[in-house]
């Protein structure tokens, strides 16, 4: 195959996985760090009431749009209540209905939330309002009012500062005065500021929140401003005309509607408390690709039991193991025996932890050598010479475990969980290089192995890759592209710099 193709292969391997990767983590929201934790706020609404006996229909304004932040879950708790949302003027609204109730009344409303900053509505256009029917003398006022705004602003944002700033002036003109002699309230006054706007033509509307800090028990409902200028909704601070959202305002519903409707009930009372939590950013992903219907969550290891995931866990290092030999062994020039066996031995590593496993193979393997000698004097063919090297490596297994465990040596037991027949082939490939090409090669292949495994080990036992790799397999598709590169590689090894470095003319 032509080296353009092998180039080709490589790049198609590690665009499909890079894109993956990417797809995973900007969109989805997989975290790239193992235990990682995100703020998760649950605001629970408490709808209390008064029922005669009776039906009841209870309608409460619930959080639609809400730029900044995503919806882990919600949920209602009121016994003996249907409960359904749907939409409304002001974004959703939560029902609850029941055929007969009595007495004082109290359902609940909870649900929690995450930041994420991709979630905006500026994709929401309005149309343009209608001319509002304002009565005399207040249409005057209110005309007067626009004409200064308008003659001392230059667009949307501007017109609506300075609106703001002369309503919220210390000394107001009469026209102000008499446009909020009848505003009782922080949401009657953004409400009058919406229908200055309308009759200046602007799209604009009032928004109800919270800003999210911590935990709140007694929570209040902040009212806001939301305006558009054509292209993207803008925010002001309806008592100062700056424009800007508070930090982590959540948006519960929008519009003049009012918050909560009880037919059939009476002395409605709703009371609003936030909590603060910490959840895990692997769960929350999850849960936000469940929402957005991606198929790639139903092909997640985390969707496998637990000890399926634990087995894979393992697996998928074995790639990051293979890499590295193909470094050691292309690029570095580290002779070994065998191309996986160094990957296996250092998966035994990962068990016995690297200075106990070193000790244990480097035994294992020069007491199998030994005995491999001595059965060379009885010239056994090759299939029952390899079957009497496994048992003797088997019987030195169960000798090392049972001597470590009278010395009180716990980690000797881990002996057992070493490859046997990965032994028995390096003890019988370590002789029959011993004979053919003498010891120094023999015993430089047996280090080179060992060094080999070490380097695996090593980037194997890496938590945070090990984290990586199991939350997004399709980085081994870069990984595989790495292979292949090197695969193609026929320059100077570093081991071979240094070897031929007499011929190097000066």
Same mark, same amino acid.
């Given at each position: 195959?032509?080296?353009?193709?092998?180039?080709?292969?490589?790049?198609?391997?590690?665009?499909?996985?890079?894109?993956?990767?990417?797809?995973?983590?900007?969109?989805?929201?997989?975290?790239?760090?193992?235990?990682?934790?995100?703020?998760?706020?649950?605001?629970?609404?408490?709808?209390? *009431?008064?029922?005669?006996?009776?039906?009841?229909?209870?309608?409460?304004?619930?959080?639609?749009?809400?730029?900044?932040?995503?919806?882990?879950?919600?949920?209602? /708790?009121?016994?003996?209540?249907?409960?359904?949302?749907?939409?409304?003027?002001?974004?959703?609204?939560?029902?609850?209905? $029941?055929?007969?109730?009595?007495?004082?009344?109290?359902?609940?409303?909870?649900?929690?939330?995450?930041?994420?900053?991709?979630?905006?509505?500026?994709?929401?256009?309005?149309?343009?309002?209608?001319?509002?029917?304002?009565?005399?003398?207040?249409?005057?006022?209110?005309?007067?009012?626009?004409?200064?705004?308008?003659?001392?602003?230059?667009?949307?944002?501007?017109?609506?500062?300075?609106?703001?700033?002369?309503?919220?002036?210390?000394?107001?003109?009469?026209?102000?005065?008499?446009?909020?002699?009848?505003?009782?309230?922080?949401?009657?006054?953004?409400?009058?500021?919406?229908?200055?706007?309308?009759?200046?033509?602007?799209?604009?509307?009032?928004?109800?929140?919270?800003?999210?800090?911590?935990?709140?028990?007694?929570?209040?409902?902040?009212?806001?401003?939301?305006?558009?200028?054509?292209?993207?909704?803008?925010? *002001?601070?309806?008592?100062?005309?700056?424009?800007?959202?508070?930090?982590?305002?959540?948006?519960?519903?929008?519009?003049?509607?009012?918050?909560?409707?009880?037919?059939?009930?009476?002395?409605?009372?709703?009371? *609003?408390?936030?909590?603060?939590?910490?959840?895990?950013?692997?769960?929350?992903?999850?849960?936000?690709?469940?929402?957005?219907?991606?198929?790639? /969550?139903?092909?997640?290891?985390?969707?496998?039991? $637990?000890?399926?995931?634990?087995?894979?866990?393992?697996?998928?290092?074995?790639?990051?193991?293979?890499?590295?030999?193909?470094?050691?062994?292309?690029?570095?020039?580290?002779?070994?025996?065998?191309?996986?066996?160094?990957?296996?031995?250092?998966?035994?590593?990962?068990?016995?932890?690297?200075?106990?496993?070193?000790?244990? *193979?480097?035994?294992?393997?020069?007491?199998?050598?030994? $005995?491999?000698?001595?059965?060379?004097?009885?010239?056994?063919?090759?299939?029952?010479?390899?079957?009497?090297?496994?048992?003797?490596?088997?019987?030195?297994?169960?000798?090392?475990?049972?001597?470590?465990?009278?010395?009180?040596?716990?980690?000797?037991?881990?002996?057992?969980?070493?490859?046997?027949?990965?032994?028995?082939?390096?003890?019988?490939?370590?002789?029959?290089?011993?004979?053919?090409?003498?010891?120094?090669?023999?015993?430089?292949?047996?280090?080179?192995?060992?060094?080999?495994?070490?380097?695996?080990?090593?980037?194997?036992?890496?938590?945070?890759?090990?984290?990586?790799?199991?939350?997004?397999?399709?980085?081994?598709?870069?990984?595989?592209?790495?292979? /292949?590169?090197?695969?193609?590689?026929?320059?100077?090894?570093?081991?071979?710099?240094?070897?031929?470095?007499?011929?190097?003319?000066?």
């Amino acid at each position: 195959m032509k080296q353009r193709y092998v180039y080709v292969l490589a790049a198609l391997l590690a665009v499909m996985g890079l894109s993956v990767f990417m797809y995973k983590w900007q969109v989805l929201g997989f975290p790239l760090g193992e235990d990682q934790e995100r703020p998760v706020w649950t605001i629970e609404a408490a709808v209390g *009431f008064e029922s005669g006996p009776g039906s009841i229909t209870a309608q409460l304004q619930i959080p639609a749009l809400t730029p900044g932040f995503r919806m882990l879950n919600e949920h209602s /708790v009121s016994r003996g209540y249907g409960f359904g949302t749907d939409y409304g003027g002001g974004g959703r609204v939560a029902q609850w209905t $029941i055929r007969r109730a009595d007495g004082d009344q109290k359902i609940y409303y909870r649900i929690s939330v995450y930041e994420d900053e991709s979630v905006d509505v500026s994709d929401t256009i309005p149309p343009f309002p209608p001319m509002p029917v304002i009565n005399e003398p207040l249409k005057t006022a209110v005309d007067v009012l626009v004409k200064d705004a308008r003659d001392h602003s230059a667009d949307t944002a501007s017109f609506t500062a300075e609106l703001l700033r002369r309503v919220n002036a210390p000394s107001p003109d009469a026209n102000v005065e008499l446009l909020l002699s009848e505003v009782s309230s922080e949401a009657e006054f953004v409400g009058v500021i919406t229908k200055v706007l309308a009759s200046a033509r602007i799209p604009s509307r009032v928004i109800h929140g919270f800003p999210l800090a911590g935990r709140q028990r007694s929570a209040r409902l902040v009212s806001w401003l939301e305006v558009h200028d054509g292209d993207q909704w803008l925010y *002001f601070n309806p008592a100062t005309g700056e424009e800007m959202l508070p930090d982590r305002y959540l948006v519960w519903w929008r519009g003049n509607e009012a918050l909560v409707n009880v037919a059939g009930g009476s002395n409605v009372e709703v009371d *609003f408390a936030i909590q603060e939590n910490q959840f895990d950013a692997v769960a929350i992903a999850e849960t936000q690709a469940a929402q957005l219907g991606a198929s790639s /969550v139903d092909f997640s290891l985390y969707s496998l039991p $637990i000890q399926t995931q634990a087995v894979y866990s393992v697996l998928l290092m074995i790639p990051i193991g293979a890499l590295v030999m193909v470094i050691m062994r292309n690029l570095v020039g580290i002779d070994a025996f065998g191309t996986f066996m160094p990957v296996l031995i250092a998966l035994a590593f990962r068990e016995t932890k690297l200075l106990w496993g070193v000790i244990l *193979f480097t035994l294992l393997v020069a007491l199998g050598l030994s $005995i491999r000698f001595l059965l060379e004097r009885l010239r056994l063919l090759l299939v029952p010479r390899l079957s009497a090297v496994l048992i003797v490596v088997v019987l030195l297994m169960l000798f090392i475990s049972l001597t470590s465990h009278r010395l009180g040596l716990e980690t000797g037991l881990s002996v057992a969980l070493f490859p046997m027949v990965i032994i028995a082939m390096t003890i019988e490939r370590m002789s029959v290089v011993w004979e053919e090409r003498g010891a120094s090669d023999a015993m430089r292949a047996g280090l080179g192995s060992l060094v080999v495994a070490v380097a695996a080990y090593v980037f194997m036992g890496m938590s945070w890759l090990e984290h990586l790799v199991f939350t997004f397999p399709e980085l081994l598709l870069v990984v595989l592209a790495m292979v /292949v590169l090197a695969g193609r590689y026929t320059g100077y090894r570093l081991t071979e710099l240094q070897r031929f470095k007499a011929l190097r003319l000066d």
